[in-house]
DNA sequence: ACACATGTATCATATTTATGATACATGTGT
DNA sequence: ACACATGTATCATAAATATGATACATGTGT
């Protein structure tokens, strides 16, 4: 097997063309060098570099073989500064799971005054969870609970799935066809219209249907858009009919470019959760995030 | 400074639970994966594990760290696979570059029926250069010679920079224009119209301008958009000027939803060449991109 | 053309690192 | 509660690796 530190020593002499120099970079002695190269010349079976008057020149092969390592091999290096046992602090990189309607609507804006790094990561809930557990995520919000031991979890929010309609829908209509209570009339409104879907998930549209009319809808939206935040946009145009979480639209809500024209009969909301570690050396910055989102689901 | 084996075994670890299975893993014995385990505990400064009675748990230090460094090590790890003296031929990664818009209307097309990796390369032709000499490009194509003895160009077609319009220009009206020979006339024709621009570079429109008018273009493009064939596609709703190089619209051109209407008192004709590294352990993948090149730029 | 500066390869030797044997620790099943 | 399976830590020792000294090779400047 090769030994990674031959690569390190390889990257060293591919950029300062000499042994001896790569001897001073790393701190090892030039026969030490020598030997790393040689022996991952025998190991790959090529000759690595053209041994000149004065300086190493890299072959055909040590070119291909550098490409393909300098990256991974850089970035691993990058590594040990993030380690090392020092008084200066360094800046973490918290890594974030959540659904990408959620982070557009809420930590999109801020991201850029964040003062440490962020890496979002989309998933399914079940999956951002073990991940969580893993330590591949520090912190995720989710509208279902786990039961992991190590892992806490705190309400901040909640989401109505509701019904949203563009500016132009005539609501006052729709009133009166509620106003009847009768269940047949309502759908049959409802089918009447243009409605809006995702790609992925019909989730809330299944349920919302269900809960009210305790059935799977018999119709296909007729827009099929990206995300939810899409669906948003679309209905600011002025007409159609969507079922989406009431967070992701209350500004709209609020400047009347979008109506939430019907909460059920039977309501259907979620509470929204905080999920991290009890134990993470990143405590700070993930109370940095759960603040943002108190700030911005607060309205 | 730390040792990557290190890395590796802490990876193989984390991975396996046990020291034991580690060291079956990586074909070290068992004292060794606890000696790595513990230097690079003893590096970083912090416990990376729990030793547990039958598990080693990873300490939240342990997680951060594993974070860290999975993505590049598994990389790494993965270059190996490449370089074994096998007879089994692996597929091989190149590396092209070009510029953005060559790139759109000549090998995007093909990606995806390629027989190996592809990895374009955007860049300044200097500076493609000198990475084609390195090594981490083994192909470019481009309309500037270099002189570097290890590469060679080969010229395979030609870009002509000219004057085109949407399909709604009245060109009538230009031949007029031209036919008077009055470069203050056509100048000033010229300007009347909307004109349509990038971000980055007006050199074209520059080069053309100072040809056939020997100054610099006193006005700036009505419309920015991202790259040249953006103005192609703007150009073909109708209305609009812009200096292009020609091959970008050969269709437009064709289908008659682009004018062609001034090739320029003087000519403005670059020579495209092919650059790569005389030696190369990838003719075969660079000859396959070249016949695309030929087969699209030929009409 | 020469001395010199710069750089690589090869030794014997020193140091580091890995190993096998084994003691010790902790869960598991009866 | 006990024997046993599974796993880690710690030795002395073996093997691998790194080192300093030095010979050898090749450009550079006078």
Redesign the pocket.
């Known amino acids: 097997m090769v ?1 990674l ?1 031959w690569y390190r020593t390889f990257k060293a ?1 591919y950029k300062t ?7 001073e970079v790393l ?13 991952l010349e025998t190991y790959v079976g090529h000759k690595l570099f053209d ?6 020149i890299p072959t055909e092969h040590g070119k291909v073989l550098f490409n393909a390592l300098v990256d991974p091999l850089t970035k691993l290096e990058e590594v040990e500064k993030n380690f090392q046992r020092s008084t200066e602090k360094h800046v973490p990189t918290i890594s974030v799971g959540m659904c990408f309607e959620t982070f557009q609507i809420t930590l999109e804006q801020y991201v850029s005054t964040l003062p440490f790094n962020l890496i979002i990561s989309f998933g399914d809930y079940p999956e951002m969870l073990d991940q969580l557990d893993k330590g591949i995520l520090d912190l995720i919000i989710t509208p279902k609970k786990g039961i992991s031991a190590n892992i806490e979890h705190e309400s901040f929010s909640h989401e109505k799935i509701v019904l949203v309609a563009g500016k132009d829908v005539d609501s006052i209509a729709f009133k009166e066809v509620l106003k009847t209570k009768n269940k047949g009339f309502i759908e049959e409104w409802l089918k009447q219209q243009k409605w809006y879907g995702t790609t992925g998930d019909m989730e809330h549209l299944f349920n919302f249907w269900n809960l009210n009319f305790g059935k799977k809808p018999d119709f296909r939206p007729n827009y099929i858009v990206p995300n939810l935040n899409s669906i948003v946009r679309c209905l600011s145009a002025g007409t159609g009919l969507a079922v989406v979480p009431d967070f992701l639209c209350h500004s709209e809500i609020d400047n009347g470019s979008i109506q939430l024209i019907w909460e059920g009969d039977k309501k259907l909301k979620n509470t929204l959760y905080f999920g991290n570690r009890k134990k993470t050396v990143h405590h700070e910055e993930i109370d940095h995030i759960k603040t943002l989102f108190r700030k911005v689901m607060a309205r």
């Open positions: 030994n530190e002499i063309g000499t042994l001896t120099g790569t001897a701190f090892i002695s030039q026969p030490g060098v020598s030997l790393h190269l040689s022996s041994r000149t008057g004065r300086k190493m």
